[in-house]
């Protein structure tokens, strides 16, 4: 479904950009207006097949995916359409990865100097050096 038809579905104007909690509230308005329990019988029909609709409409529009608004808008500012939502992680492990490796590198050859100078200095009187 597009979220022009959602909106209009849900009494939105066409144009208009309602918040999260504006939709909420349209969708609970209009689930309670035509719920199926809450018709007569010989309308359960036609009120399952508008509550169904109504449903879809708004599992469109709770998410923000909204078909031919940020997408299309970027793409004719600047050209080229970017990723939302994706970014590239292997950017963002690298630095980290690149400090853990110095810290423990440097940690490792602090620990061989201390240990070669402790040797030189007094191996007889520390048990554990060989």
Known sequence: MRSSDAMELLGFPPYSRPSPSEV???YRRMVMESHPDRVPTH???QAESKFKE???AYSCLKDGRRSGSRMEVHV???GVPTGHGRSNKALVKAPFLL???AAVSFGAFSASRAYQRQKELCS???PFLP
Do not use: D, G, T
């Open 124 to 126: 007889s009187q520390n």
């Open 24 to 26: 909420k509230a349209a």
């Open 43 to 45: 309308l359960k029909s």
């Open 99 to 101: 400090i853990m490796f």
């Open 76 to 78: 004719m500012r600047s």
């Open 54 to 56: 109504i449903s879809e």
